[in-house]
T-cell receptor, first 113, second 116 residues
Framework: ETGVTQTPRHLVMGMTNKKSLKCEQHLGHNAMYWYKQSAKKPLELMFV???????ENNSVPSRFSPECPNSSHLFLHLHTLQPEDSALYLCASSQWSGASGYTFGSGTRLTVV | AQSVTQLDSQVPVFEEAPVELRCNYS??????LFWYVQYPNQGLQLLLK??????LVESINGFEAEFNKSQTSFHLRKPSVHISDTAEYFCAVSVITQGGSEKLVFGKGTKLTVNP
């Protein structure tokens, strides 16, 4: 257990479904991130939140909708996804200055059918 | 823009052999550099980092990396690997975004396979 908890660990959803991924940290960090990890591609930063405010949206399609109600929780709401969105979605947290490095969760393995 | 290049996508070695995983970065400013390790079906774990000071940094499990500013490299080494070191290794550089926040830019990863 790293201190960053992601649920669910695995998710299979149809293209018309709506689902949400959850990330929770109790490390006292004030920045949280969503990354997408696909086969044969580098890790792609999706969103950055600092002190609950979104500071980066890396041209992510609107079918991915993040939500950060407080510094400890981060959600990724999913709707009308495509099969190419199947990937491992990783959440991470850090202090405002990333010099301490990120702490990652174990990820949610998403399969869109 | 800062970027990270990991020159080898796969590195197979035999147990107890030395290994070097290569990483080069491009940046015009001072950088923080990191190595992360990802075991199967898990997230990424911080292995070691360079922020400032001594250019040689070590992890608790025998890995070390050396920051070389002139060659813009941060190669990861271990003198004798174990089967349990089989994993994917990611090099990363910390950059400041246009929004003023800090983010990590990762290389594509190197899969290290240690064979008996």
């Amino acid at each position: 257990e790293t201190g960053v908890t992601q649920t669910p660990r695995h998710l299979v959803m149809g293209m018309t479904n709506k689902k949400s991924l959850k990330c929770e940290q109790h490390l006292g960090h004030n920045a949280m991130y969503w990354y997408k990890q696909s086969a044969k591609k580098p890790l792609e930063l999706m969103f950055v939140y600092n002190f609950k405010e979104q500071t980066e949206n890396n041209s992510v399609p609107s079918r991915f909708s993040p939500e950060c109600p407080n510094s400890s929780h981060l959600f990724l709401h999913l709707h009308t996804l495509q099969p190419e969105d199947s990937a491992l979605y990783l959440c991470a947290s850090s202090q405002w200055s990333g010099a301490s490095g990120y702490t990652f969760g174990s990820g949610t393995r998403l399969t869109v059918v | 823009a800062q970027s990270v290049t990991q020159l080898d996508s796969q590195v197979p070695v035999f147990e107890e052999a030395p290994v070097e995983l290569r990483c080069n970065y491009s940046s015009s400013v001072s950088v923080y550099l990191f190595w992360y390790v990802q075991y199967p079906n898990q997230g990424l774990q911080l292995l070691l980092k360079y922020l400032s000071g001594s250019t040689l940094v070590e992890s608790i499990n025998g890995f070390e990396a050396e920051f070389n500013k002139s060659q813009t490299s941060f190669h990861l080494r271990k003198p004798s690997v174990h089967i349990s070191d089989t994993a994917e290794y990611f090099c990363a550089v910390s950059v400041i975004t246009q929004g003023g926040s800090e983010k990590l830019v990762f290389g594509k990863g190197t899969k290290l396979t240690v064979n008996p």
